[in-house]
């Protein structure tokens, strides 16, 4: 009997916990995003995501960051010192690495979006940047930088093999492979840790883009500053060690974050849903639109045709694209006989996933005059500098390292922004209580950048007045002291927490669902072709400008040209874009989810609201 009545007790004992857990789970709140755990399972949100999560990305982001630009930033002095290359072509090389850097990003992208997922897209490119380090670390140190200690401006290396160099290549490209694959799909891993749905947590989501450029920018500074030193000394090893070091850490931050983070489940092939549009839409161009969009076809119940995504409901505008969700007797009949396929009919959500991207790509196409801008401070704002006075007592300032002053701004702006501009919107905007839209946003970015570059012209008038009030033949430095460009600097600075920042919130948030990592890879595609617009720009004014007796507006010597104009030239260019731009953003329709209408206008749906 005492057995018995231990059991019996054990047993209620049993199905008490079994009950209490029960009641556990059932209290347990789930994200409202559609994001899951690492099991598959709908994501428990005191459990996953937030910014337990969101701090290890940040810090694995700014780690990241400091390994490439260690690389990057002094990669065409390697070239000329270390590997022998002149001036034109080392140029070149690097240009071509870094517009390759951007290419891969869309590469990265589109197989995060399709197939591997955000997580898994970011663990393997990590491996491939690692990898790529470790391998330029090894073949520096055993090969290139010999004899040891040459490598600096007095001692340039020996010559190299074809082995030597074909390896050297193959591991910066590695790099080039690895960061850009990873770089897009980390910002948006990141920005999946916060559920949308929640209004604290889309506050968070807002704000952890701001700090995510700026652990980027707090990165590339230690690699601009201290690792940029050690490079120019010649101690390239030392260089690339840390920066292999770093990203391995990076690495590991990564994968430590695992049992923590929220994903996204990949859609599937986006391209074949995009013509599946264009081919469905041409089939039915005679068939007569409905009059509203309830009428068109959409599956249903909850379930979305994209996998892993949200419902979109139907906007207007692009009516042709309506076309492919047309329900005709044809399609009736194929629906009843289990023949029916996407090339013939596409649901709203399809037909709405291809016009949010259209709708994208003018508001995208006007922030690469923008990034027109962003560039000149790592090119002709650096050879400006070269060309005024440079020292402080002894001590010699490198134009490269004003840099430092673009980053403090952007860590400076980050928190005006956030803790005193928005604020004061929020309560000047009383009727709608909230700040600025992410469009008006990026707006304000180029309005800055237009500043920035009048700020630069006319530091550049004085600039060749002293240098021709100091020099007869105009051959020697201005006696104009490189901090009058702190201004420009600060400017470029503050137009990027607009406009950047700005970007990744816009772009993330208007992408479709199954879009999120190309929303992304827009930003970065955007520099990239910045990059190649402005070198085409220069051609196209120095071709123009150059006369038999005139060297054109940027010659090698910039005491004889007239760089002020062409900083004149991209304000007024830039000014243009800004119209453009606004027209653009009035004639922007936001996307439209089912039970959710994300519209920066609508008050309750306004991710900065003031009242978070």
Not at 507 to 534: E, H, R, W
Request: aromatic share 12%; with cysteine; proline share 3%.
């Amino acid at each position: 009997m005492a057995w018995f009545e231990v059991s019996k007790k054990a047993k209620i004992n049993e199905l008490g916990e079994v009950e209490g857990r029960k009641m556990e789970e059932e209290q347990e709140e789930y994200t409202l995003d559609g994001t899951v755990d690492l099991h598959g399972r709908p994501a428990i949100r005191e459990k996953t995501g937030q910014w337990a999560a969101g701090i290890l990305l940040l810090v694995n982001q700014g780690l990241a960051t400091l390994a490439f630009f260690g690389v990057g930033v002094n990669l065409v002095l390697f070239l000329t010192r270390v590997l022998q290359q002149d001036n034109a072509d080392a140029a070149n090389n690097v240009s071509k690495w870094t517009g390759t850097v951007y290419i891969f990003s869309l590469v990265g992208a589109f197989l995060s979006d399709s197939y591997w997922g955000r997580y898994k897209t970011c663990a393997i490119f990590q491996v491939i940047f690692v990898l790529g380090l470790v391998s330029l670390s090894l073949s520096s140190y055993l090969f290139l930088v010999k004899p040891t200690g040459c490598g600096n401006e007095q001692n340039p290396c020996g010559s190299h093999s074809a082995f030597h160099i074909g390896l050297f290549y193959v591991s910066i490209y590695l790099i080039a492979l690895g960061n850009g694959g990873y770089q897009p799909n980390i910002a948006t891993f990141g920005a999946d840790q916060f559920d949308e749905g929640d209004p604290r947590e889309g506050h968070s989501k807002v704000a952890f883009f701001s700090y995510f450029y700026l652990a980027l920018n707090l990165g590339s500074l230690f690699s601009n500053t201290i690792l940029g030193y050690f490079e120019d000394e010649g101690m390239w090893t030392l260089g690339f060690w840390v920066s292999g070091g770093s990203a391995f850490v990076a690495l590991v931050l990564f994968l430590i974050g695992t049992p923590r983070y929220r994903h996204f489940k990949p859609s599937g092939n986006p391209l074949s849903r995009f013509c599946q549009v264009i081919i469905a839409a041409s089939k039915k161009w005679r068939a007569e639109l409905p009059p509203s969009g309830d009428d068109l076809y959409e599956v249903d119940g909850k379930q979305c045709v994209i996998a892993g995504g949200r419902k979109m409901l139907h906007t207007e505008g692009f009516r042709f694209l309506d076309r492919a969700a047309i329900i005709t007797s044809k399609d009736t009949a194929l629906q009843n006989q289990g023949l029916s396929t996407p090339w013939n009919l596409c649901t709203i959500t399809q037909v709405e996933e291809v016009k949010c991207i259209l709708r994208l790509l003018p508001i995208w196409l006007c922030t690469i005059i923008y990034s027109v801008v962003f560039t000149q401070m790592a090119s002709l704002f650096v050879e400006q500098g070269a060309a005024m006075k440079t020292t402080i007592a002894n001590f010699r300032i490198p134009p490269a390292s004003m840099s430092s002053f673009d980053i403090l701004s952007v860590a400076a702006f980050i928190f005006i922004y956030r803790r005193i501009l928005d604020p004061l919107v929020c309560r000047l905007r009383k009727t709608t209580g909230k700040g600025l839209t992410e469009l008006q946003r990026m707006g304000v970015g180029l309005v800055i950048a237009i500043m920035a570059m009048i700020s630069a012209g006319i530091v550049e008038c004085y600039r060749l007045k002293y240098a021709k009030k100091d020099c007869t033949h105009c051959e020697g430095s201005s006696s104009l002291s490189i901090f009058w460009q702190i201004p420009q600097y600060v400017l470029i600075g503050a137009s990027e927490v607009f406009m950047y920042v700005g970007q990744l919130v816009f772009f993330n948030g208007q992408a479709p669902d199954g879009l999120k990592s190309f929303g992304s890879a827009l930003c970065m595609t955007s520099i990239s072709l910045g990059n190649y617009v402005s070198s085409l720009l220069v051609s196209i004014v120095m071709k123009i400008s150059t006369e038999d007796d005139m060297p054109g507006w940027i010659p090698g010597n910039l005491n004889k040209g007239h760089l002020d104009r062409f900083y004149f030239l991209l304000a007024v260019l830039t000014t243009a874009d800004f119209i453009v731009y606004v027209a653009c953003a009035k004639w922007y329709k936001y996307i439209k989810l089912e039970g959710k209408f994300v519209d920066m206008d609508d008050e309750d749906e306004n991710e900065n609201s003031c009242s978070v």
